[in-house]
């Protein structure tokens, strides 16, 4: 704690010599962001933690008169008193000598540290507002410094051979980021250092990632492991986190904190993988991954995120890849014995992928919504939709899924006609399903397949809940079996030359497209200063709405995040509706969790 005390009262010397100092430190240390960092922890540190320990004898207290002063006037955990008198000032001395506590009685706690440069420039006994969120558009990130960080240790050159299931996957990239509200004092040098040195020793067992994707055939890329490394970028924010919606990104901010590829390859090349950690004002920083989807799903990114983690926090790697394609190798002879029609089709070598209407985009932008399910809300959804258990029961996804898909199709306007047919698509995991022989859980690839659901528009809209609840839980089961996944292999494998896609149009059709990440982990992404304050996917393929992504809540279990994907206009209509308001207004809005930021979360269901 001397040490604490010294380094404070040296920072304090330089800052009183600095010719721009005048009487409104709040002003100096906006200037002043080395300043501003070394305030912020060292500061912290010695005055909110151990604030009697400047009172430990009276000639301490004589002789750091001065110091006590300033550590009142500049700690940012505190309103800033920047206009008072020097009668105010010995005012202030003369009670944290006596009472060395006086400080944190006297003084008020503002709801946020990092909101000094907002505070009021006057005394008061209020918490300092929010700052207002700054529209995507305006929130400016530069890049700073950009590399390729390569594997601590080269494998011999190959190429990587993609199975039968990462074939199934578009050329699309998935964009998770982490946010973090403090590094907890440490430098930002120091965190880029030590996240490139694990990066490169966990490359190592993830080499794939430290590959290219190359020579597209049919949107089929081949990965060549060459060794080229993963793309790094360091980025700075113009703004405080708490001036950042982030729990509503969207495709214009989602791209600016994981964007696709930070650098150009002229032969058409694409990374596997791009990594950005971005500083902001307040000393907090987000880390944002893109990953390639037809090399790496959810499960796969996620899991070298949490190895990365371990590593920077020196601890052993809980779970290193298994690489082995030979696992979905297709049978001999492969033999398609289920009927993949309705989810999928083979596209013939003439046409477009996925055929978009040009001016899909043009009516409204796509904008996104993330929504917070409590254990209350998921409770009285599963309650509702089994009818006190006369149907079901039905998983948290399986409910909130179904009650998404009804919402959705009503604010598109597709339930006007009831005889037309809508469509629900889940995305399920394969791993716990294949028996012969088994996937292990740490295996590294996709293994996805999708379901689909159908119903009519007047039976998902007037009929119970149970009964689109109940189609859609059949789909699921009906896919996640091993016949099925052994005989998609085979499907694909019939049609090699061609491309496998799934069988809708996400910009024509009446579909609505959904995925399950709440049991992934994501708030175990630790890199040593704590776990994220919040943690999602930024953005989703251009102009595709009606997406839903179904993600863990920083409540922790029982708890879970919707970020919904609309047309702005459409989701006015979504957030209007009478029976979301119903659930969305059940209760009032309650502060409960740290984790939260200044964002309410109600009982129920809530815009984050």
Same mark, same amino acid.
């Given at each position: 704690?001397a040490a604490y005390?010294r380094? @404070?009262?040296s920072?304090?010397k330089?800052f ?6 005048? @009487?409104s430190?709040t ?7 080395s300043?501003l960092h ?6 912290h ?7 009697s ?10 002789s750091?008169?001065?110091?006590d /002063?300033r550590?009142?006037?500049?700690s940012p ?5 920047a206009s008072?008198?020097?009668s105010?000032?010995?005012?202030q001395v003369?009670?944290?000598s006596?009472q060395?506590k006086?400080i944190?009685?006297s003084?008020p706690?503002v709801k946020?540290r990092?909101?000094?440069s907002?505070a009021?420039a ?5 918490y300092?507002p929010p700052?207002t ?8 990130i530069?890049q700073? /410094?950009?590399?390729?960080?390569k594997p ?14 990462d074939r199934?996957m578009?050329?699309?990239y998935?964009?998770?980021?982490f ?5 907890k ?10 996240l490139?040195r694990t ?8 080499y794939p990632?430290a590959?290219?994707m190359?020579n ?6 081949n990965?060549? @492991?060459?060794?080229?490394?993963a793309e790094?970028a360091?980025?700075?924010a113009?703004?405080?986190l708490e001036?950042l919606d982030y729990?509503?990104?969207g495709?214009?901010?989602g791209?600016k904190?994981?964007p696709?590829r930070?650098?150009t390859?002229?032969d058409?090349?694409l990374?596997p993988?791009?990594i950005?950690i971005?500083?902001f004002k @307040?000393g907090g920083?987000i880390v944002?991954c893109?990953f390639?989807?037809q ?8 899991m070298?995120?949490?190895a ?5 926090r020196?601890?052993?790697i809980?779970r ?7 696992l979905?190798?297709?049978?001999n ?9 309705i989810?999928y089709?083979v596209?013939?070598?003439s046409e477009l992928?996925t ?9 409204a932008?796509i904008?996104?919504r993330t929504?917070?399910?409590d254990n ?9 939709t089994s009818e006190?258990g006369?149907?079901g029961p039905?998983?948290?996804t399986?409910?909130?899924s ?5 919402l ?9 006609d ?6 629900m698509?889940?995305s399920v995991?394969g791993?716990k399903?294949?028996?012969n022989?088994?996937?292990p ?5 996709n293994m996805?397949?999708i ?6 528009m007047?039976e998902l809209v007037h ?6 609840a109940t189609?859609v839980?059949?789909s699921?089961?009906?896919?996640a ?5 052994r005989?998609?292999?085979?499907y694909v ?11 809708f149009?996400v910009?024509?059709d009446?579909?609505v497209i959904?995925s ?5 982990g994501?708030?175990?992404i630790d890199?040593?200063w704590g776990?994220p304050?919040?943690?999602?996917y930024a953005t989703?393929?251009d ?5 839903v992504i179904?993600?863990?809540s920083p409540l ?5 995040n919707a ?7 459409h989701?006015e209509?979504l957030?209007?509706d009478p029976?979301f308001?119903?659930i969305?207004s059940?209760n009032?809005p309650?502060d409960?969790?740290?984790h939260t930021h200044h964002?309410?979360?109600h009982?129920a269901?809530a815009?984050?």
């Amino acid at each position: 704690m001397a040490a604490y005390a010294r380094r @404070c009262q040296s920072i304090l010397k330089s800052f009183l010599k600095s010719p721009i100092h005048s @009487c409104s430190p709040t002003l100096q240390l906006k200037g002043n962001h080395s300043l501003l960092h070394d305030f912020d922890s060292l500061f912290h540190s010695c005055a909110v933690r151990q604030p009697s320990q400047y009172a430990a004898s009276p000639t301490a207290v004589r002789s750091s008169t001065a110091f006590d /002063a300033r550590r009142a006037y500049h700690s940012p955990a505190r309103s800033v008193l920047a206009s008072g008198s020097s009668s105010d000032i010995k005012a202030q001395v003369e009670v944290s000598s006596s009472q060395p506590k006086g400080i944190e009685q006297s003084l008020p706690q503002v709801k946020n540290r990092r909101t000094y440069s907002a505070a009021t420039a006057t005394y008061s006994q209020q918490y300092s507002p929010p700052r207002t969120i700054r529209p995507p558009e305006d929130v400016k990130i530069t890049q700073t /410094a950009v590399c390729h960080v390569k594997p601590a240790l080269q494998v011999e050159e190959h190429w990587f051979p993609l199975s039968n299931m990462d074939r199934l996957m578009p050329s699309v990239y998935e964009h998770a980021y982490f946010v973090y509200e403090s590094t907890k004092g440490r430098a930002f040098g120091d965190i880029v250092a030590s996240l490139k040195r694990t990066l490169s020793e966990v490359l190592v067992p993830y080499y794939p990632l430290a590959g290219r994707m190359r020579n597209p055939e049919e949107g089929i890329y081949n990965v060549h @492991c060459d060794g080229t490394g993963a793309e790094f970028a360091e980025a700075y924010a113009d703004c405080d986190l708490e001036e950042l919606d982030y729990h509503q990104p969207g495709p214009v901010l989602g791209k600016k904190l994981a964007p696709t590829r930070i650098f150009t390859a002229e032969d058409g090349s694409l990374p596997p993988v791009s990594i950005q950690i971005t500083r902001f004002k @307040c000393g907090g920083v987000i880390v944002g991954c893109s990953f390639h989807h037809q090399i790496v799903d959810a499960h796969s990114g996620n899991m070298f995120l949490k190895a990365w983690s371990q590593n920077m926090r020196s601890q052993p790697i809980s779970r290193l890849p298994y690489h082995w394609r030979s696992l979905l190798q297709a049978r001999n002879p492969p033999v398609a014995s289920v009927d993949h029609s309705i989810e999928y089709k083979v596209k013939p070598k003439s046409e477009l992928r996925t055929p978009r209407i040009p001016s899909a985009e043009a009516k409204a932008p796509i904008v996104a919504r993330t929504f917070h399910f409590d254990n209350m809300a998921i409770r009285t959804l599963k309650r509702e939709t089994s009818e006190n258990g006369k149907y079901g029961p039905f998983t948290s996804t399986e409910c909130t899924s179904t009650y998404l898909w009804r919402l959705i199709m009503k604010a598109n306007g597709f339930a006007n006609d009831e005889n037309a047919t809508g469509r629900m698509i889940m995305s399920v995991d394969g791993r716990k399903r294949l028996q012969n022989p088994c996937v292990p859980e740490d295996y590294f690839g996709n293994m996805i397949a999708i379901s689909s659901s159908e119903c009519s528009m007047g039976e998902l809209v007037h009929q119970p809940l149970a009964n689109a609840a109940t189609k859609v839980q059949k789909s699921i089961a009906r896919t996640a079996t091993d016949e099925n996944f052994r005989s998609l292999i085979d499907y694909v494998e019939t049609n090699k030359g061609s491309t496998v896609m799934p069988n809708f149009n996400v910009f024509t059709d009446k579909v609505v497209i959904a995925s399950s990440c709440i049991y992934l982990g994501m708030y175990e992404i630790d890199f040593g200063w704590g776990r994220p304050q919040y943690a999602g996917y930024a953005t989703i393929p251009d102009g595709i709405a009606n997406f839903v992504i179904l993600l863990p809540s920083p409540l922790g279990y029982g708890n879970l995040n919707a970020s919904v994907h609309m047309r702005a206009d459409h989701m006015e209509k979504l957030e209007k509706d009478p029976e979301f308001e119903a659930i969305a207004s059940a209760n009032e809005p309650s502060d409960r969790s740290s984790h939260t930021h200044h964002h309410h979360h109600h009982h129920a269901v809530a815009a984050v």
